[in-house]
Structure formats: structure tokens, C-alpha cells
């Protein structure tokens, strides 16, 4: 099932993922070979042409050192107070998740938090790209159940059950409901960087 995308929001993040790349001082060659990500394809992003996946996403920004949340929004600061009518939201145009970045940008904090919606059935298959740092991460699970697979590990979730992580390798999220999910996502930096990946 494919989900409606924004062309302005493809544009934009091709535009960051562009300066980012340039920023390391990578070629798309060189990108490629550490995301595992064809150069064909992440040039198609940079020009705004694809609408890329939170799956392909999370392979660039950890071949980057980035999290999905510094692809997803500005990188100025918005100060202490995040409203959440100015929480950026995305939604992946694979599987229909919807994911707003809950934490203030620009505080020098060691925390982030994510809530996502999942809707029923869904699933979305994430994996880091060669060599990214581990992230220690918690999922609250806040309406719903939700499946998760983390390094080949099952693990079934009930509304208030919340999972710790020392999150290096693969992850499913899994709806097995007939109504969407909602959980948040809470990660804690190592060495001040989020470079991996956020469901």
C-alpha cells in the first residue's frame, strides 16, 4: 500500500541530505559504499525526484552519523519549549507511519523523544548502515500493541509495556492490530550524536 507524500517535503529533505553529504565531505560514491545505498538512488533523493522510505532514510543518516529526526527537521535550535503544533511530523510513504520529532531542538540535550503511529498491519523494517553506533533506546507503548524484532528477538508489547534497547542491528515494527498503534520512542545519546537509527 503506498500513502500520499508531500513534493515539498521530498525537496527539502534532498536539499539537507545534500548538505549533510557535503558538510562530511563525501561523494555519492562514497556515501553509497557506507550506507549500502545505491548511488543512483541517492542522487534521485538529493534532486527531490524520490520519495524515500524511513527504511532508506535511516540507511543514509547513519551512513552520515545523522538521526532520522536531523534529516526530518531544520537544524536551528527551537529553544527549551517544543508546542506541538511546531513538532515536525512525518509520515513514511511506505507503510503509512506517522512520526513527529516531540523534543526541542538545539538544547545540548542527551534525550529524544519521537511518538509514531503505526496503523494496523503495518510494518516497518528498519536496518543501520555498516558501521553505525549503537543507541540505547526505550519504546513506550501508549495506545495499542505493537510486535517489535530487534536482532532477531520477538518481543510482543501491550498498551503501557516499554521495551529497553541497546539497539545495534535490525528492527521490526509490527501492527498485528485492526487499529493503528501510537508509541514514543525515547533514545539517549552516546558520546552526544544520534547517529542511528529512530522508528
Known sequence: MEFEHDTEIDRMLGQRLKAARQRHGLTLDALA????????????????????????????????????????????????????????????PASGYLRRNVSPRGTGSGFEIVEVELPAGAEVRLDNATGAAALDQQIWVLRGRLDLTVEGVRQELAEGDCLQMHLRGPIIYRNPGDAPVRYAVILAARSGAFPGHIA
Do not use: F, K, N, Y
Open 33 to 92: 559504499e557506507r550506507s549500502g545505498v545505491s548511488r543512483a538512488m541517492i542522487s534521485r533523493v538529493e534532486r527531490g525526484e524520490s520519495s524515500p522510505t524511513a527504511a532508506l532514510l535511516v540507511r543514509l543518516g547513519s551512513g552520515l552519523g545523522l538521526s532520522l529526526s536531523a534529516l526530518l527537521e531544520e537544524s536551528t535550535g527551537s529553544g527549551p519549549l517544543a508546542r506541538r503544533d511546531a513538532q515536525p511530523v512525518w509520515r513514511d
